[in-house]
């Protein structure tokens, strides 16, 4: 099997992409509301459209990849995006911008369960680690960079290239799938039972973004709103369509990493998120100094993004991701005191060795899901890692929020977000110690059922 690292190239690309506009439109608000003369609470439609259907189909999408062509499913997804984004860019009024959003997050929710099993596919076993880590990388770099392209390019061009950026990536994609995968079957037409998994995790959704949406200023109010998304949650649980997610979740090895990516991700979103507070209201720093700071996060998970790959195939997948929190968690206890006395560069190296974390830890969590899962759910496996990472980020903003608030929006209330960012870290770190020190190759094989025919089929463990 010969390496395809213009296709691991183009996943990344398409991960960077899709993540990016779950926080890219933020810092276009303003514009977007003053050009189309509507109110502000109007305008956070444009996130949260994009958001919804993203986390809501990421799971029925990965059931229906476990059936489908990936060449195939590729191209519609990235077509479909790159569609949504014209037309989003192109928008002449608030509410087509948040159908072509909603359009948008539809597509990025099946692109966020295809990508892992590509990513996995497109290099031999011995190179996993690393294709992963380039891809994984990506991601949480697109997260955390959003707000500075966003006002980048708003500043510079104006809004509507935020989306039409995407056009160009899309159709670059869209050639490197037709040069270097094989032709397959087109997606299968969703059926009845899709469509009730994904009415139910749309409502979970809607009911959670809400919530997380009003957590600012309105103390704990949110969350006895988001808490409604308790009941169609349990719904979807004990219905027929969430099997395959129930049968991944009791083979050996998966829900351990699962679990670490979520408070991962809520870890470092709780950073990002009163890092600027904290520069621009206690250091009284611009708003430019302070998105300058910020950038040893981003740069340090660059950094170690590759080192985290590599050492992922050469030293094992389980014990670099523990590594990698361990390192993040380290980074986050060192940010606790938020001194008032601190220079920009003390929270500078701090944040870099979270970063540094991170990006040591995403590659190899994302190869352990991926690898431990059996081939017939790889694409309910990525999903749930996808999930999960989009799910801390969410949560992460609200819960500092939250932890801030208790405080008055006291300098205290920021170090106790921070500390619970910290447990959050710890929790994964406690999560990881049950997964098998197991390096890829060593495979071993059992026999479980198909959740969808009862055909028996192949379980490998790594």
């Given at each position: 099997m010969k390496n395809r690292w213009w296709l691991v190239a183009g996943t990344a690309?398409?991960?960077?992409?899709a993540t990016l506009d779950t926080s890219v439109v933020a810092v276009a608000l303003p514009a977007l509301e003053r050009d189309f003369g509507v109110r502000t609470a109007a305008t956070e439609w444009v996130v949260l459209g994009y958001l919804l259907p993203l986390i809501a189909l990421t799971l029925p999408a990965g059931r229906l990849l476990d059936r489908a062509g990936p060449r195939s499913t590729l191209i519609v997804a990235v077509g479909g995006f790159t569609l949504a984004s014209l037309a989003a860019g192109a928008a002449p009024s608030l509410?087509?911008?948040v159908g072509a959003r909603i359009v948008q997050g539809a597509f990025a929710g099946v692109l966020f369960a295809l990508i892992p099993m590509i990513t996995t596919r497109a290099v031999r076993p011995a190179y996993v680690g690393r294709a992963s880590?380039?891809?994984m990388t990506f991601g949480p770099l697109g997260a955390v960079s959003g707000p500075a392209v966003g006002g980048l390019v708003t500043g510079t061009w104006g809004w509507p290239w935020i989306f039409y950026l995407n056009v160009p990536v899309g159709l670059l994609v869209i050639g490197i799938a037709l040069a270097q995968m094989p032709a397959d079957r087109l997606p299968r037409r969703p059926g009845r039972s899709f469509l009730t998994e994904t009415a139910l995790l749309t409502a979970a959704t809607a009911a959670l973004l809400i919530g997380l949406s009003l957590s600012a200023g309105h103390g704990l109010g949110w969350l006895a709103l988001a808490l409604l998304a308790v009941p169609p949650v349990l719904a979807w649980w004990r219905s027929e369509p969430s099997r395959p997610f129930r049968d991944l979740t009791r083979v050996?090895?998966?829900?351990a990493p699962v679990l670490a990516v979520l408070l991962n991700a809520l870890a470092i979103s709780m950073i990002e998120f009163l890092a600027p507070f904290y520069l621009q209201?206690?250091?009284s720093l611009s708003a430019a100094a302070a998105g300058a700071v910020i950038l040893a996060f981003p740069l340090g998970m660059v950094a170690a993004g590759p080192v985290g790959g590599l050492l992922g195939d050469r030293w094992g997948a389980a014990r670099t991701a523990f590594l990698g929190v361990l390192v993040t968690t380290a980074g986050t206890l060192l940010l606790i005191p938020l001194g008032?006395?601190?220079?920009p560069v003390d929270l500078a190296?701090?944040?870099?060795?979270?970063?540094?974390g991170t990006g040591?830890?995403?590659?190899?969590?994302?190869?352990?899901?991926?690898?431990?899962?059996?081939?017939?759910?790889?694409?309910?496996?990525?999903?749930?890692?996808?999930?999960?990472?989009?799910l801390g980020f969410s949560l992460g903003p609200a819960l500092a929020t939250t932890s801030w608030a208790v405080s008055g929006y006291a300098p205290s209330g920021m170090r106790a977000g921070l500390a619970v960012a910290a447990s959050a870290g710890l929790l994964a770190l406690l999560a990881l110690c049950r997964t098998g020190r197991r390096r890829p190759g060593d495979r071993s094989s059992r026999v479980a059922g198909d959740p969808d025919s009862g055909i028996a089929v192949r379980v490998t463990n790594y």
């Open positions: 690309l398409v991960v960077f992409m509410s087509v911008l880590a380039l891809v050996p090895g998966v829900s209201r206690v250091l008032a006395d601190w220079r190296w701090r944040l870099a060795v979270a970063g540094i040591i830890f995403a590659g190899p969590a994302f190869t352990l899901v991926m690898t431990q899962a059996p081939e017939t759910l790889s694409g309910t496996a990525g999903a749930a890692q996808s999930l999960a990472r989009q």
